[in-house]
């Protein structure tokens, strides 16, 4: 297994009580996954990244849980030997809005090949072969290295920080939200490159988007999450076709799609719970036409309904 | 099609935005160059129908809504109202033009003004355009907004509320003067997509039982497919193609097109996956490429294509392309 997240408890401090933004939450991964994680904002998709980067804010608590990345146990590791042997090496991130985060006034390949020497001893024509190597792979041509961020084009920058990414091969990379300011002709060029990495590095990625369409299109298996929770979790077709929980349900009909004609929208009522009180129960239960009274009061387990297919909902464990 | 039949007419609408280029070069006698953010661009809206125009960042979609609007002023063109040009409207026939044409804007975390409670917000159309019964408008506003109960809105503040109630009040602000017309630019991007769909069923009701018709300018299609009746695709401050939105996604014709309709993925694991046809991204739109703007990127571009600016005409019954492959 190269990923094992286990009962996963993140809370944040803030004065008006712990925000629980993620709780007791479990995901596993094998080499070479595409696992996509969807949620509306504010539902804990990137906190569980950051938890598992260990790069929570530093009112970011993590309480419970264990994560353990190719059998090493990062939440037990000194900060120190993370940072040198882990982040990057192992597990790298495109952080969401990253290509606006280029320095404007560094030319892009020297910022990758500063990046390089960091991890990395070896020179500096070393470091710029490797550049160059990485600007091929991503579909840049090598000698626009010499540039500066402004003479990209926005689909260029992003793939200049998919490049910073992968200038450790990491066995893991998460993206959060790597596709949602791009233009459709550039996002479709990207999920191209994310699924032409996929098959040539044998990448292993988790793409964290409230874009199901986009997990869809790149990812073979998908986790939903709800205020904190994962309410159902498994291949990508099983839960894309035939989703069993309440909320999958509720987000895969609304969406719209270019197949098809119109559709009737079912929208689900409410909005998402703070989660400084979250309701009791299941979490889910104020917007769910189908609660029952022991939604109302128990939290229904995760459970498996069969071949790797997980959900949380008394609706079906009864 | 009849023109008593269409609500607003365009006609070849044109806005080029001057580029500042300091005094040197003007010294140097060289020439004004504009940004051509819409040139030469028309169509129809018929009464209570969802026209959606789509297009990447860029195209000029959002000058054209605001440029119909007169929010920015036109270079060139008609945009005609109930047959009336709107461009040469008296300054109280452009009042009453404005009661009968509104906007809903992207971002209701920009366009609510947060030192306004949620009543006076509302409200200010009424005051501006002297119309009575205030708290019984604003309240209907609301409610038929969805709001409910409106009371409870009345005195509450923009950030006390979420990004889809927001955008409610932003659709009841524009809808409380029973507009004939609204401009809604890209209404629910910046929206969760659990809220969106209830944010556009709300749109469709609203046309349904007030007969209004909307400019609905988006790049994404998806959304574009599940409320428009008719589309226009522009590219580079023109219109490439105009269908209705079924015979467009199916049926497309111009190659631009058909590659936005092959970009787009579709949120099913089965289906086939999304493709980027062409290459590279849309060019500067100060030196647009001669000829069909398209052309640099067109895998199909003959020499024709090069030269000459291929013209918007009608092919099939209510389906028009500008694109010399078509015949």
């Not at chain 1, 960091?118 to 500096?124: L, P, T």
């Amino acid at each position: 297994m190269l990923l094992d997240v286990k009962d996963l408890k993140t809370y944040f401090e803030t004065r008006s009580g712990y925000v629980k933004a993620v709780d007791n939450i479990s995901l596993d991964m094998e080499r070479g996954d595409v696992l996509g994680l969807a949620g509306e904002s504010g539902c804990g998709k990137t906190t569980t990244m950051l938890a598992i980067m260990r790069l929570l804010p530093s009112n970011g608590r993590v309480l419970n849980g264990s994560i353990h990345l190719d059998g090493l146990d990062l939440l037990n590791m000194e900060e120190e030997q993370l940072r040198q042997d882990v982040r990057w090496k192992k597990l790298s991130m495109v952080f969401q809005g990253a290509m606006n985060a280029l320095n404007p006034v560094f030319r892009v390949g020297d910022q990758l090949v500063q990046a390089i020497r960091v991890h990395e001893n070896v020179n500096k024509e070393k470091a710029l072969k490797r550049v160059e190597e990485l600007f091929t792979l991503v579909g840049i041509d090598p000698k626009r290295a010499t540039n500066y961020p402004h003479e990209f084009s926005g689909g260029m920058k992003q793939r200049a920080v998919i490049a910073l990414s992968l200038i450790c091969n990491p066995d893991l990379l998460i993206a959060d939200e790597p596709v949602t300011a791009l233009d459709v002709i550039v996002q479709a060029q990207i999920l191209e490159l994310i699924r032409d990495l996929r098959d040539k590095l044998g990448l292993s990625m988790i793409m964290i988007t409230h874009d199901l369409s986009v997990i869809a299109d790149v990812c073979n298996k998908a986790a939903i999450m709800y205020a904190g929770k994962i309410v159902e979790k498994g291949d990508i077709v099983t839960v894309f076709k035939h989703p069993e929980h309440p909320y999958s349900q509720g987000l895969l009909t609304n969406y719209p799609s270019i197949k098809g004609g119109k559709t009737k929208f079912k929208p689900i009522k409410g909005r998402p719970p703070n989660l400084i009180q979250p309701p009791p129960g299941c979490r889910f239960h104020p917007r769910c036409p189908y609660a029952m009274d022991i939604c109302k009061k128990e939290e229904p387990e995760m459970v498996e309904l069969e071949g790797g297919h997980f959900i949380s909902c008394h609706l079906k464990t009864r | 099609m009849s023109p008593e039949n269409a609500l607003i007419e365009i006609k070849d609408l044109k806005k080029w935005f001057p580029v500042r280029t300091g005094l040197l070069h003007a010294l140097r006698s060289g020439e004004q160059k504009y940004v051509k953010a819409v040139d030469g661009v028309s169509f129809n809206i018929r009464r209570g129908e969802i026209y959606g125009l789509a297009g990447e960042s860029g195209c000029g979609k959002t000058t054209t809504g605001k440029v119909i609007l007169r929010l920015i002023e036109p270079s060139d063109g008609e945009i005609l109202f109930r047959g009336r040009d709107v461009t040469r409207l008296k300054k109280r026939e452009m009042k009453e033009f404005r009661r009968r044409a509104q906007i809903i804007y992207q971002d209701p975390y920009e366009s609510l003004d947060p030192r306004m409670t949620i009543f006076d917000f509302v409200a200010e159309p009424l005051i501006v355009h002297n119309i009575g019964d205030i708290e019984k408008n604003v309240a209907d506003a609301l409610e038929r907004a969805e709001l409910v109960p409106p009371e409870e809105y009345f005195y509450r503040f923009p950030h006390e509320l979420s990004g889809g109630q927001r955008q409610r009040v932003a659709i009841a602000r524009s809808m409380i003067l029973n507009p004939d017309f609204v401009v809604a630019d890209e209404p629910v991007s910046m929206l969760d997509v659990s809220i969106r769909s209830s944010i556009l069923d709300l749109m469709i009701r609203l046309r349904d039982d007030l007969d209004i018709s909307y400019l609905y300018i988006t790049h994404d299609l998806a959304t574009a497919n599940q409320v428009c009746d008719r589309i226009g695709i522009m590219y580079l401050g023109k219109l490439v193609e105009e269908a209705d939105i079924r015979e467009l996604v199916d049926e497309p014709l111009h190659p631009y097109t058909k590659a936005l309709i092959a970009a787009v993925p579709v949120p099913d694991p089965e289906a086939e996956k999304s493709r980027a046809v062409i290459s590279g991204e849309v060019p500067n739109p100060v030196n647009v490429p001669p000829g069909c703007r398209f052309h640099p990127r067109c895998a199909y571009a003959m020499d024709i294509c090069k030269k000459e600016i291929p013209e918007l005409r009608e092919v099939k019954e209510d389906h028009k392309v500008a694109c010399y492959l078509v015949k």
